[in-house]
């Protein structure tokens, strides 16, 4: 493992997940992956561990640490060759009933998730004909006779089968009646196996990665009225608020991706000979490999910044989408590097290569895309004039 990068604060954290890590070792991931299974064990163990209960304060039974020691822990599962995919909603889903849910809620749903008891791995926002454009979400919740009643669609969403609970956004007062577009819409939690014995039906979507994730249907999902979080109109706030915990620990399983990437090609490079010598030898072998390692230490630094900020409870959405998108550009260039480098060798899945190759391309669409980063930086940092 490369030892001077900017991945080498918090030793002891880093040591006790690499730990854990190293019962998992690639071919229990590799396994998994070739099963599109579910990697159950890896995530329990975390839980037990308590690493997934990182950012829940003490009193309700979490770790109670800042969204750097987080994002390490996020960084060290992809950096040992894991996914940390399969279980991040877990970390920072909780984060919108934090801020947001009333002190019963807190007192409900907090320490049964810092104990793993429930999972709350899912939230539901995307839906299939407004995309990105999420104020036109057409998924709706009419209040009837104390109960919230949901008709709708969502599509993309992940760990719906791994998961007790759910956040989901739904409109509550239609958009023609709204003063902005922002308001009128409203979150919920969402018990998963109640609503799927009366109004929710969830069907998977088969894709590129081993990432669980499905569309969902309402037909008259009702939800108890306790089960709206916040104020009624304010939901879409209350979602833009998680994003940015949420892309920062992303940006860090890139670079936990990006440091995968160049430990593997650095040492097969080393070893591989071809023509008398070691294909790391060329220059046109190291150069694109050094340029992936540069551009991975960047984003790092944008990455530091974003949880800097986010600790001192300082405004950060810029530092939280640069760095995001910085990692998964630095990430993805480190996974076409190392796949190239390893000729064929590469596309073998035993290499777990072209595993990581698959995964770590994901986090340019999701969970927001690199476009709609440039559309954010120019409107809010730039002050350039708004295009939608
Ligand atoms: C594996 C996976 C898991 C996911 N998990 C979840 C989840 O758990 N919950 C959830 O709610 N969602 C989830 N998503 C959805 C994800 O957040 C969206 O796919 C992503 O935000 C892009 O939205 P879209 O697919 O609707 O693309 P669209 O909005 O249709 O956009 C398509 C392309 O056009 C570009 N584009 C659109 N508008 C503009 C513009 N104005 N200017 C420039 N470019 C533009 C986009 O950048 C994008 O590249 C997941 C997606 C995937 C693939």
Known sequence: MIEQTLSNNHPELREAVRALCAQFPQEYFRR????????????????????LAALIPTEYGGSGL???????????INRCGGNAGACHGQMYNMGTLLRHGSQAQKERFLPRIASGEW??????????????????????????????VVNGQKVWISRVQHSDWMILLARTTPLAEVKKKSEGMSIFMVDLAEAQK?????????????????????????????????QEGQGFKYILDGLNAERTLIAAECIGDGYWFIDRVTDYARERQVFGRPIGQNQGVQFPIAEAFIEVEAANLMRWKA?????????????????????AKASWEAANACLQFHGGFGFACEYDVERKFRETRLYQVAPISTNLIFSYVAEHILGLPRSF
């Open 32 to 51: 998994i992956d070739e099963q599109r299974a579910y990697p159950a064990e890896f995530v329990d163990a975390l839980t037990q561990a308590g690493w």
């Open 66 to 76: 800042g969204l750097a020691e987080a994002s390490v822990i996020m960084e060290e």
């Open 119 to 148: 999972r709350l791995q899912s939230m539901a926002v995307t839906e299939p004909s407004t995309g990105t454009d999420t104020t036109k979400i057409k998924t709706s919740a009419v209040k009837r006779d104390g109960r919230w």
């Open 198 to 230: 009366k109004g929710l039906s969830v069907r998977p979507i088969p894709n590129m990665v081993n990432h669980e994730t499905n569309e969902l249907f309402f037909e008259d999902l009702e939800i108890p009225e306790e089960n709206l979080i916040g």
């Open 307 to 327: 949880c800097e900020l986010f600790d001192a409870h300082a405004p950060m959405g810029a530092q939280a989408n640069m760095a995001k998108y910085l990692a």
